[in-house]
């Protein structure tokens, strides 16, 4: 549709500003994790937000994550949180992983502003995801999903958006952990919705919801967390808390050869597809 296509002229923006024109984006090159953050909350500041920061320390070096706020119409003490982590590997522009997902997140935050929602939404941008801080009390999500359960915080559903930009028609384009191999399709023209057994109840609403608007081709699977890939991303951390968390995804690695490389660029994403999937 052509807001669609409005859509992925502004994804591709987001993407080539965090992955071209800044770059990596890491506590290693600290002005550029900087800039990131900054170019986030100055974009939902600009849809009319108050980005608020949740700063912390990470041997002697600052952080944060930043967040928006939509209170609820009704359900207000319950909280569905959607993030995408801003950080990129060291060493590479990271322009699907993950500048397509704090890309979404943007989007998404651009298009619910103003709306009044029954549960209380809170948009997050996360940072240190990626190693030497992924699996640890250092990672941003972590940090905010261990402050949600300090104040005992209703949080009914997370959604991280973790490297969404990828799309192929081809046979043989997707691959998968074993037995799923054995059960899903071999083009890797799909968006994934992924969560342990304990978040299932979740992922089927998530995507029984996706499929009642959209005819895009997903592909949904609860699995036990030590399978892999099905834990590597924010909703780890909301699981260790207790809390229901799923991941939306083009599966990474298993379908995007350019994974945690310096090849990993703006000009391999398919922003129109994005653009259908955010929508």
Same mark, same amino acid.
Request: charged share 20%.
């Given at each position: 549709?052509?807001?669609?296509?409005?859509?992925? =002229?502004?994804?591709?923006?987001?993407? =080539?500003?965090?992955?071209?024109?800044?770059?990596?984006?890491n506590l290693?090159? +600290?002005?550029?994790?900087?800039?990131?953050?900054?170019?986030?909350?100055?974009?939902?500041?600009?849809?009319?937000?108050a980005p608020r920061r949740q700063g912390f320390d990470v041997n002697g070096r600052p952080a944060r994550?930043?967040?928006?706020?939509?209170?609820?119409?009704?359900?207000t003490a319950e909280i569905v949180i959607i993030?995408?982590?801003?950080?990129?590997?060291?060493?590479? +522009?990271?322009?699907?992983?993950?500048?397509?997902?704090?890309?979404?997140?943007?989007e998404l935050a651009r298009s619910l502003a103003g709306h009044k929602l029954p549960r209380t939404l809170?948009?997050?941008?996360? =940072?240190?995801?990626?190693?030497?801080?992924f699996t640890s009390d250092k990672m941003g999500s972590y940090v905010y999903a261990a402050r949600c359960r300090a104040l005992t915080e209703n949080v009914t559903a997370m959604v991280s958006l973790e490297t969404m930009g990828?799309?192929?028609?081809? +046979?043989?384009?997707?691959?998968?952990?074993p037995p799923f191999n054995l059960c899903y399709p071999d083009k890797g023209n799909f968006i994934g919705f992924v969560g342990n057994i304990q978040s299932r109840r979740l992922l089927r609403q998530a995507l029984n919801s996706f499929r009642h608007h959209t005819r895009f081709p997903s592909e949904g699977v609860a699995a036990p967390g030590y399978v892999t890939g099905v834990g590597w991303s924010d909703h780890w951390s909301f699981w260790k808390h207790g809390y229901p968390a799923i991941m939306v995804t083009d599966t990474a690695f298993?379908?995007?050869?350019?994974?945690?490389?310096?090849?990993?660029?703006?000009?391999?994403?398919?922003y129109d597809r994005l653009a259908r999937v955010v929508a």
């Amino acid at each position: 549709s052509p807001d669609d296509q409005l859509m992925a =002229v502004r994804l591709r923006e987001h993407v =080539v500003a965090l992955a071209e024109t800044i770059g990596s984006r890491n506590l290693q090159r +600290p002005k550029a994790l900087e800039a990131a953050a900054v170019y986030i909350e100055q974009a939902l500041s600009a849809f009319g937000y108050a980005p608020r920061r949740q700063g912390f320390d990470v041997n002697g070096r600052p952080a944060r994550n930043i967040e928006v706020e939509l209170p609820g119409a009704s359900a207000t003490a319950e909280i569905v949180i959607i993030g995408a982590h801003y950080d990129s590997v060291a060493g590479t +522009p990271g322009a699907n992983d993950n500048a397509s997902g704090v890309a979404a997140l943007l989007e998404l935050a651009r298009s619910l502003a103003g709306h009044k929602l029954p549960r209380t939404l809170r948009l997050v941008a996360f =940072v240190n995801e990626e190693p030497p801080y992924f699996t640890s009390d250092k990672m941003g999500s972590y940090v905010y999903a261990a402050r949600c359960r300090a104040l005992t915080e209703n949080v009914t559903a997370m959604v991280s958006l973790e490297t969404m930009g990828c799309y192929s028609d081809e +046979p043989g384009s997707q691959r998968y952990p074993p037995p799923f191999n054995l059960c899903y399709p071999d083009k890797g023209n799909f968006i994934g919705f992924v969560g342990n057994i304990q978040s299932r109840r979740l992922l089927r609403q998530a995507l029984n919801s996706f499929r009642h608007h959209t005819r895009f081709p997903s592909e949904g699977v609860a699995a036990p967390g030590y399978v892999t890939g099905v834990g590597w991303s924010d909703h780890w951390s909301f699981w260790k808390h207790g809390y229901p968390a799923i991941m939306v995804t083009d599966t990474a690695f298993f379908r995007y050869g350019f994974y945690h490389s310096n090849l990993d660029t703006p000009e391999k994403l398919d922003y129109d597809r994005l653009a259908r999937v955010v929508a």
